[in-house]
Every structure is written in structure tokens, then in C-alpha cells.
């Protein structure tokens, strides 16, 4: 046989981005391989044709309960939102510091609804449930945030100042202007989370919107269901006119109002029964009944927690990363077909206006609701949950990297369709897909975690059993093992994008 | 309280790249200097150098102009002076200008022809305009050094003898890094060339002449 001229690898050295896409491609079939991915429900057609008939015919004739609905979601947002950038700010500011950066981290791993159980256990249904289970992990990240921000200031003007200036009055004078208007499109966007989180607290019983989706859900109701999801679209589509900064005090009163009337008597005793009891492990706290030797405490604590470590923790642990790598490659090839929809290269002003209306909707439905619906529809297994992470994050990252692409320009016209798509405009934007892509996979990993509450075998089953059994000590153990998990990888994401020298500017997607 | 700059056997770097070796210089109060040299000989770091030597001595106009954008004419012109006034007051002047500060700086900005834009945002100024709100920093400050990069590079001819002039008369020092050779013999009493990493001209304005700066611009 002839030796071939070139050889193919020589002409085609393998750069460390395709690399790196490979790799996560070979590990996302093999997990897919190990998932469990089948449709278990017997008229999964019927299902949902009767889904797709109630989303085209809307009821709303419940005007009261949407709009009791919406206003209570709001509310728990708007509160919660405001804590967080309240006190993320001020964090932000001492953010240089290790424990200030690592506390943010560890609050940052711990999901949102994970937050709300821990809440619910002591404060029960009380509004501080809801407002707390937002503002703690959107402290952390807006602390996060915040920071990048203040840090990507140019410091000239503040080095221009006279020798002397105090340091309060630099800040207020420099700093805090320049970033002014960048950190308040930040909060904006991180409102929208909060309205999209507020929803899916209604899940675990707070009034929100999840609460009553579920109610309609379960009832088989779904053109009462397809109204209050219209609804919510349009609250967030038309963010921009009524989210105003001469209106954000009256938008926090009424909040205020809103939530009050729920906001019964606090019991005390359950708080700190929850902290020095409940959540201490099962077997430690029989030292205190002076029942047993220190020796056989510690031995029955190294079988209490290997017993929850290889018959839960680990399995769950195992399912999870398989579901989030599978969900993280299936969401970068959605982007990747999706992002042509809004980018002018691609699409007329007509195309793309409703290339965003679409994409507006897939990213303002929380995964966690998307997976409740393909549940109902097609029943348990991983196929539901990788299909709605995949449409959740796949919408997210086509948005920003349709954004990036329509700053492209190109030096002629004459290339089209598939050609254009392939050699052009991918090349130039596959970096910065990676990098949005990579940002998002701690977050695909959180929201794994999460969607086990809803009966598949991620690590969020276990805690969600745990809590109903009562073994909170078990629930917090594996939530801390889930933020581990979480910190890891979030880690590993920056040393890969350190590797591919992926370099993004801050908030894309966090 | 008398006060000059030193630099004995001095290496100055710039991002970490040594760019001027082996600086010897002494410049003390009453001088008025030009700094020439071709574009990256290293003026912009020797002045660097001079304003961390006797920060509190020195306004500074910097070749970025380094404004904040999204505060008003009035606001960056009073950053001149934040050392001057308690915090409190300096807040209040953030958030509610007051009147006789107003004044004080209508009357300092009019001159730079800057009066009718004292509540416009500096981000929307033209790149001559923002120029002139750095200078009136400057000038607001008050101070006995004046350092300036190239601080009349985005104006005409007649605007920029102006100014060069108010900025000379109100100063007692004045060092400034400059590309318009003709504007420093005219308005400096000591003329710095640099070059190739070092000093290679200092003497006095009145004893070069244009013909024997062109060197210092030749590669």
C-alpha cells in the first residue's frame, strides 16, 4: 500500500480546544451508555398531544389565582433579590479576603431549593423560608460577581485623585460610578433568576407559581396551567418597562405586604433544636447521653456514615455526574443549533425577533419545571431531565453566543447557509462557546443534584428522602457532600479554561 | 515647605520592562520643563516616576485623561479637591452639589471654555472637551507642582497656547511630557530629551533651538 502524501494527523493538528471537545464527547457517550434513558408511561403520545392542545387553548378564567400566583412569586423574589444584592455588595467589598471569598463558595455550591428544605424543617411554610433560600446563595454570587466588576474598573481616575483622598470618598467618587450602571444590568439579569427560582419554590409548598403548576399538573388542567405559564413569559418579557428604579421601593413595600400575612411566630426552640441536635450526626449524639464509650461512638460513627456513603451518597453521586455530563454535551450542541436563529449572519429582523421570542421562552422555564412536565409525560427515568437541562441551558448559552456572533464581521458576503455556518462564523465563536459552556457546567451540576427531588436517583433523592424520614443529620451530610462536588467542579472548569486560555468577560451566564 | 524631585541612578520600568537605566535628575521648585522624546521613549514613565516621588505636591494630568464617565463636568472637576473637605461634605457635594462649590467651578471652567457643560456627563464629551475637564481638575486642585502627559494633544493650536499659558501662569512648577517641540521652547525654561533609555538633552530653553531637538525623533 502507498504511503499517503500528507498524512491526516500532520495536516490536522489537534488544537487543544478540539481536544478538550473530544474528550467531553467520548465521556458524554459513555455515560450515556450507563443511563438509564427509556419512556415508561403507556401513552406518552396521548399525554402529550393533550399537553400541546391546552398550551394553544389558555384558561384564564382563574384570574385569581394567577394573578395570586404571580404577585406571590414576585414578592419572594423581589425580597429575596434585594437581600442578596444588598448584602452581596457589601461583601463584594471585602471579597480580597480568603474567608470572605470561601464562605461565598460554599454558600454559592448549595442549591437554592436545597436551601429552602433545610429552612422548611424549622421555619415550616413561613415566608423566611422562601426569602432566605434566595438571598444566601445570591448573596454569594452577586458577591462573586460584584467583585469581577469592581476589579475590571479602570483604576486611572482613582490614581488621579490628589494625594490623600480618604478612602470612602475615592470609592463614592471613582470606583463606585464606573461600575454603577454594569451592576445594575448584573441585578436585573439576577432578578430574572429570582423570578425563576421564586417559581420553583412553589414546589416544595410555598404559594408560588410552581405550587399552583403543580395543582393544575396533577389535576390534568393543563390550559389553567398553560395560562399561568403565558403569564409568567410575559412578567419576564416585559421586565425591561416595569422594572424601574424610581419603582423599586414601592415593588419592595408591596412585596413586604404581600408576605406578611404568612409570617406567623418563629419558634425559636425548633431553630436551635435543628442546629445542636437534629442535623448532629445520628450516632455522635449518644455521647451525650453518656450511654456509650468515646471508642465505640467513633466506631458506630465510621459505620453510620460508610453505610450512607456507599448504599446512598455514592450511587447518587454516580448518577448525577452521568446525567450532568450527558446534559452538558447535549446543551453545547443545542446552543450550537440554536444560536443561528437570533444571529444576523443567518436570520432577517423578522427571523430573529421571533428566533428571540423562542429562546426567551426556553430559558425563562426552569429545567426543574421542564423536567416536572416530561416527567408527568413520560415517566421516570433520565431521558425527562437531560431533555429539559439540555433546553434550559442549550437556550442559554445559543443567546449569548448569538449575542457574540452578531458582533462579527465578516470580510465578504459571498459564502452562505451551511458553508457560512461551518467555516466562518463557528470557527470565530467556538472559544467563547466553550467558555460559556464551561461556565454553566457547576451549574448544570447544581440543578442535577436538584431534579433527584422529583423521583430520579441523583444525589437530590437522597436528601429529599432524608428530610422526609426525619434524618436531617443525613440530609445535611449529603447536601455538604453535593457542595464538594459542586466546588470541584467548578474548580476543574477554571483550569480547563485557564488550559484553553478561554478568557470571558464576567457575568456571562453566572 | 521646599521640596524637589530626585532620581539617583534610577531604573524605571513599565510593566514590568526596565525602560529608562541609569537616571540621574534633580528638578526643584520654580522650574517650568518640557519632557520631549518620540513616542515610547519613555516620557510617560519618568513623569510616573516624579508624581509617585511627591504625590502631594503634584496635580496630575494624565494621557488617559482617566475621568470618570458616568459623573458630570462638575463632579470630576471637584475630585481636584477631595482632600481638602470631610467626607461628609464631599458626599454631599456627590449627591447635591452646592451652590458656592458650583460657582467656584463655573468661574475656574470658563476659561477652558467648558462653562455651559458643567452638568453634562464626561462619557459624552468630545475627546478636546474631556482634554479640558482633566486640565480644570488640575487646575482646581490648586497645587504647587503641575505634572502633565501630553495634556494639550487633542487641542487646536490656538486653544492649546491658551491653556498652556494658564496652566504656566498658575504654577509655580511645571513639568510637563510634550510632542509639540515648538509649543515647549515657547512656554519651558528647561528642556529633558530622552532617548534610547536615557537623558540626553537638559538644558536650558533658551540655549537650544528646534534644529537641535530633531535628533532626538530620528531613529
Given amino acids: 500500500m502507498a504511503e499517503p502524501i500528507v498524512s491526516l494527523t500532520a495536516l490536522y493538528p489537534r488544537s487543544r480546544t478540539v481536544k478538550i471537545s473530544l474528550l467531553f464527547i467520548v465521556v458524554a457517550v459513555v455515560c450515556a451508555f450507563f443511563s438509564d434513558v427509556e419512556i415508561t408511561t403507556l401513552y406518552p403520545w396521548q399525554e402529550m398531544s393533550r399537553l400541546a392542545h391546552g398550551l394553544i387553548t ?41 474567608l470572605v471569598h470561601m464562605t461565598c463558595a460554599i454558600l454559592r455550591s448549595v442549591h437554592e431549593l436545597f436551601w429552602a428544605l433545610i429552612f422548611l424543617q424549622f421555619f415550616g411554610l413561613h415566608p423566611l423560608t422562601g426569602v432566605l433560600a434566595i438571598a444566601i446563595p445570591f448573596s454569594a454570587i452577586c458577591a462573586k460577581v460584584y467583585a469581577e466588576i469592581f476589579e475590571e474598573a479602570d483604576t486611572a481616575p482613582y490614581n488621579a485623585l490628589p494625594g490623600g483622598s480618604r478612602r470612602v470618598v475615592s470609592f463614592f467618587y471613582t470606583r463606585l460610578p464606573m461600575v454603577w450602571q454594569h451592576i445594575k444590568t448584573y441585578t436585573s439579569y439576577r432578578l430574572e433568576c429570582g423570578l425563576r427560582t421564586s417559581a420553583v419554590l412553589g414546589f416544595i409548598g410555598l404559594p408560588t407559581l410552581g405550587f399552583y403548576l403543580e395543582v393544575f399538573f396533577k389535576q390534568g388542567l393543563y390550559s389553567q396551567a398553560a395560562a399561568l405559564l403565558l403569564t409568567f413569559y410575559l412578567l419576564i418579557a416585559t421586565m425591561r418597562w416595569w422594572l424601574r428604579p424610581q419603582l423599586l421601593l414601592v415593588y419592595l413595600i408591596l412585596s413586604i405586604y404581600m ?54 451518597a455514592f450511587d447518587g453521586i454516580v448518577q448525577t455526574l452521568l446525567l450532568t455530563q450527558v446534559s452538558l454535551v447535549l446543551s453545547g450542541m443545542l446552543a450550537l443549533i440554536l444560536f443561528p436563529l437570533i444571529t444576523r449572519h443567518f436570520q432577517g429582523t423578522i427571523g430573529r425577533g421571533l428566533g428571540h421570542g423562542f429562546l426567551v421562552i426556553l430559558r425563562s422555564t426552569p429545567e426543574y419545571l421542564l423536567a416536572y412536565i416530561f416527567l408527568q409525560l413520560w415517566g421516570p427515568s433520565m431521558l425527562p431531565a437531560m431533555i429539559a437541562l439540555m433546553l434550559h441551558n442549550g437556550a442559554i448559552i445559543g443567546h449569548l453566543c448569538g449575542r457574540y456572533a452578531n458582533e462579527i464581521v465578516l470580510p465578504n458576503n459571498s459564502i452562505k447557509g451551511v458553508n457560512l455556518f461551518a467555516w466562518e462564523i463557528v470557527p470565530r465563536i467556538y472559544p467563547q462557546f466553550l467558555a460559556f459552556l464551561f461556565y454553566r457546567w457547576e451549574i448544570i451540576f447544581r440543578e442535577t443534584a436538584i431534579l433527584g427531588m422529583l423521583g430520579l436517583y441523583t444525589l437530590g433523592f437522597y436528601v429529599d428522602s432524608a428530610f422526609e424520614e426525619i434524618r436531617y443529620d443525613r440530609a445535611i451530610l449529603l447536601i455538604a457532600i453535593t457542595a464538594i462536588i459542586n466546588i470541584g467542579i467548578d474548580s476543574l472548569s477554571r483550569r480547563i479554561r485557564q488550559y484553553l486560555r478561554l478568557t470571558t468577560t464576567v457575568q456571562c451566564g453566572q | 515647605m521646599p521640596f524637589s524631585f530626585e532620581l539617583k541612578s534610577a531604573n524605571l520600568c513599565y510593566k514590568n520592562v526596565d525602560v529608562l537605566t541609569n537616571i540621574n535628575l534633580s528638578i526643584g521648585a520654580g522650574e517650568h520643563v518640557a519632557l520631549l522624546g518620540k513616542s515610547g521613549a519613555g516620557k510617560s514613565t519618568l ?25 458630570n463636568v462638575f463632579h470630576n ?27 467656584d467651578i463655573q468661574q475656574l471652567v470658563r476659561p477652558l471654555g467648558l462653562h455651559d457643560l458643567l452638568f453634562s456627563r464626561t462619557g459624552e464629551l468630545s475627546g478636546g472637551q474631556k482634554q479640558r475637564v482633566a486640565i480644570a481638575r488640575a487646575l482646581y486642585q490648586n497645587n504647587q507642582v503641575l505634572l502633565g502627559d501630553e495634556p494639550i494633544s487633542a487641542l487646536d493650536t490656538t486653544q492649546a497656547r491658551h491653556i498652556m499659558k ?54
Fill in chain 2, 77 to 103: 472637576v471637584f475630585m481636584g479637591r477631595l482632600n481638602q473637605y470631610n467626607t461628609f461634605y464631599n458626599l454631599l457635594n456627590l449627591f447635591w452639589p452646592q451652590q458656592d462649590k458650583l460657582n
Fill in chain 2, 47 to 71: 513623569l510616573h516616576a516624579l508624581y509617585q516621588q511627591q504625590r502631594s505636591y503634584c496635580a496630575l494630568v494624565p494621557q488617559n485623561v482617566a475621568l470618570v464617565e458616568a459623573l
Fill in chain 2, 166 to 219: 494658564i496652566l504656566h501662569d498658575q504654577h509655580d512648577t511645571v513639568i510637563l511630557a510634550m510632542h509639540d517641540v515648538e509649543m515647549a521652547l515657547c512656554f519651558a525654561n528647561r528642556i529633558i530629551g530622552i532617548k534610547n533609555g536615557s537623558i540626553v538633552i537638559d538644558q536650558p530653553a533658551t540655549s537650544v533651538s528646534l534644529a537641535d531637538l530633531q535628533f532626538l525623533y530620528e531613529s
Fill in chain 1, 259 to 312: 408576605l406578611l400575612p404568612a409570617a406567623v411566630d418563629i419558634d425559636m426552640a425548633n431553630v436551635k433544636r435543628f442546629f445542636t441536635e437534629d442535623i448532629v450526626p445520628y450516632p455522635l449524639r449518644a455521647l451525650d447521653d453518656g450511654t456509650t464509650t468515646v471508642f465505640a461512638t467513633i466506631q458506630n460513627f465510621f459505620h453510620w456514615f460508610y453505610e450512607l456513603f456507599w448504599l446512598q
Fill in chain 1, 58 to 98: 389558555p384558561d384564564f378564567s382563574d384570574f385569581r389565582v394567577i394573578v395570586n400566583a404571580l404577585m406571590q412569586t414576585i414578592a419572594f423574589a423581589f425580597l429575596g433579590v434585594s437581600l442578596g444584592a444588598v448584602f452581596g455588595f457589601l461583601l463584594s467589598l471585602v471579597f480580597d479576603y480568603r
